[in-house]
C-alpha cells in the first residue's frame, strides 16, 4: 500500500526561483515528517524535518508547511539554485519504532 | 564526520549468481537498515537490526535474500541467485538513537544480466 504520496515526479525551475515539493500520507499515527536530499551516486541526506506540533520550519533557504488535518506537507526552496539540483524524498516515521516510509522521491533541477 | 561505509559500490554480476554487499555503520549505532532502491523511487525497507538481532525483515524476500549483523557491528547481506528484478541501489543506514536521523551510505549499485 501506498502511504506516502510524493508530487511532482521532477521540477524544473529557473536559478533565483521557488521550488515546491508535496508530499501527502494516509495515517495520522506518523509523529516526524523528514525530507531528504540525494545526489547521483550519494545515499540520501537528512535535509530538514519537522514534528505534527509546529505548522511551519525554517533553515536557511528550506522550509517546511505541515497541515495536520490535510495529512499534508510540503518542502519550499527559496532562491533555488544550480547547487540544489538532486532528489528529494519525503519520509513519514513513528517515533521510537524506528520505522521509516519514503515517498517516491522528486527530481529537481535548477537551470542556471 | 563518521560515515556510514559500504562496499563495493558497483556490482555487476548474471542471474542466477551470488552476490553480497557489505556495511560497517557508524561506530556505537545500535539500529542498522538495508533499503533498496530500485532507480527513481524511493527507498524501501529490506531488514533492520537492532544490535546483532533481526527486528523487522518483513519486507526481505527470504527465498533469496539473507543479512546477518555478527557481534552487533557491521553487517552483510546477501541475493543468492540473482535475479534481473534485483538490479538496484542497496543502500545501508543507521540510526541516532532518540533522534529519528537515518545516516545512509553511498551505497552499493547492483547490476544484474
Known amino acids: 500500500q501506498q502511504q506516502v504520496k510524493q508530487s511532482p515526479q521532477s521540477l524544473i525551475v529557473q536559478k533565483g526561483g521557488i521550488s515546491i515539493i508535496n508530499c501527502a500520507y494516509e495515517?495520522?499515527?506518523?509523529?516526524?515528517f523528514p525530507w531528504y536530499q540525494q545526489f547521483p551516486g550519494k545515499g540520501p541526506a537528512l535535509l530538514i524535518a519537522?514534528?505534527?506540533?509546529?505548522s511551519e520550519k525554517k533553515e536557511g533557504r528550506f522550509t517546511i508547511s505541515f497541515n495536520k488535518s490535510a495529512k499534508q506537507f510540503s518542502l519550499h526552496i527559496m532562491d533555488s539554485q544550480p547547487g540544489d539540483s538532486a532528489t528529494y524524498f519525503c519520509?513519514?516515521?513513528?517515533?521510537?519504532?524506528?520505522?521509516?516510509?519514503f515517498g517516491t522521491g522528486t527530481r529537481l533541477k535548477v537551470l542556471a | 564526520e563518521a560515515e556510514v561505509a559500504q562496499s563495493p559500490r558497483y556490482k555487476i554480476t548474471e542471474k542466477s549468481q551470488a552476490v553480497a554487499f557489505w556495511c560497517d555503520p557508524i561506530?556505537?549505532?545500535?539500529?542498522l537498515y538495508w533499503y533498496r532502491q530500485i532507480l527513481g523511487q524511493g527507498p524501501e525497507l529490506l531488514v533492520r537490526?537492532?544490535?546483532?538481532?533481526?527486528?523487522?525483515d518483513s519486507q526481505l524476500p527470504k527465498d533469496r535474500f539473507s543479512a546477518e549483523r555478527l557481534k552487533g557491528v557491521d553487517s552483510t547481506l546477501k541475493i543468492q541467485p540473482a535475479e534481473l528484478g534485483d538490479s538496484a541501489m542497496y543502500l545501508c543506514?543507521?540510526?541516532?538513537?532518540?533522534?529519528?536521523?537515518?545516516?545512509f551510505g553511498a551505497g552499493s549499485r547492483l547490476t544484474v544480466l
Open positions: 519520509a513519514v516515521s513513528y517515533t521510537g519504532t524506528y520505522k521509516y516510509i
Open positions: 543506514a543507521t540510526a541516532d538513537s532518540g533522534a529519528n536521523v537515518l545516516t
Open positions: 537490526f537492532q544490535d546483532e538481532s533481526v527486528v523487522d
Open positions: 561506530s556505537g549505532r545500535a539500529t
Open positions: 495515517n495520522t499515527a506518523f509523529d516526524y
Open positions: 519537522i514534528r505534527p506540533d509546529v
